[in-house]
């Protein structure tokens, strides 16, 4: 969902969106009404509105888990309440929110630069008393995966990269979510973002060569098999995710 005048979606009934994408639209990434929307490993980047201008729920039950809101622009700048505002209180877990404060409550949430490997931008700057202006505003796209020093997919190039720094959402997510189809070494913990449990999820980095080898037991792929891996182990034990 990008470059979208008046929202990126807008939503009138129940739902659930799981890995989009919401950048550079104007009046709100996501804005939700009179429903309950369970939002998991979602982006939301450089969208504008006047209000809440990444995820902003009127009325209705609001859940976040494992997504970064990061960029986004109100009147009052990049704040906290720029990025997600709800009517009635939000249930937010495992997300990385510019200028978090904690006063929203929840688990494993951080304010970390989500270190994209690179942000869009709008030009000219908006100027919201300018009609003229949220006409012909343009919005210049980035790439909204992770950047890693073990690696992280290219798009463009059709490869993976490795980057001189890694990004603190990877691993980050929710421990008990399923880590899908990220790539190894993955940490057995899912990444935070759009990008997270998916095959171009960034992968994971401990400080040493990525292995060449997948070592047997060694479940989130730091060339060891330890108490780590057993406990990862025994937090998904028995567990099944079969459709």
């Not at 999820?201 to 108490?227: H, L, M, Q, W």
Request: aromatic residues 12%.
């Amino acid at each position: 969902f990008t470059s979208n005048q008046d929202y990126g979606i807008f939503i009138g009934s129940d739902s659930h969106l799981t890995n989009c994408l919401f950048t550079g639209n104007i009046g709100c990434g996501l804005q939700a009404q009179d429903c309950d929307i369970v939002v998991t490993n979602c982006t939301f980047v450089g969208n504008i509105a006047y209000w809440a201008a990444g995820i902003w729920n009127d009325e209705g039950d609001t859940t976040v888990t494992n997504c970064i809101s990061w960029g986004n622009i109100a009147r009052t700048g990049s704040t906290e309440s720029a990025q997600i505002a709800t009517e009635d209180p939000a249930v937010i877990n495992y997300c990385c929110i510019q200028g978090w404060s904690g006063a929203l409550g929840g688990t494993g949430n951080t304010g970390a630069d989500p270190c994209f490997v690179e942000l869009g931008y709008w030009g000219p700057l908006p100027d919201y008393n300018d009609d003229y202006w949220a006409r012909h505003i343009r919005w210049s796209g980035g790439d909204y995966h992770l950047k890693s020093q073990a690696g992280r997919w290219d798009a463009n190039e059709g490869q993976w990269r490795k980057d001189d720094v890694t990004s603190l959402c990877i691993d980050a997510g929710d421990p008990i979510s399923p880590i899908g189809y990220e790539p190894f070494p993955n940490g057995g913990i899912i990444n935070m973002g759009a990008y997270g449990g998916t095959s171009e999820a960034s992968k994971s980095y401990f400080g040493e060569p990525v292995c060449e080898t997948i070592v047997a037991g060694d479940i989130n792929g730091d060339c060891r098999v330890d108490f780590k891996d057993f406990a990862l182990m025994a937090a998904h034990w028995l567990e099944n995710n079969s459709p």
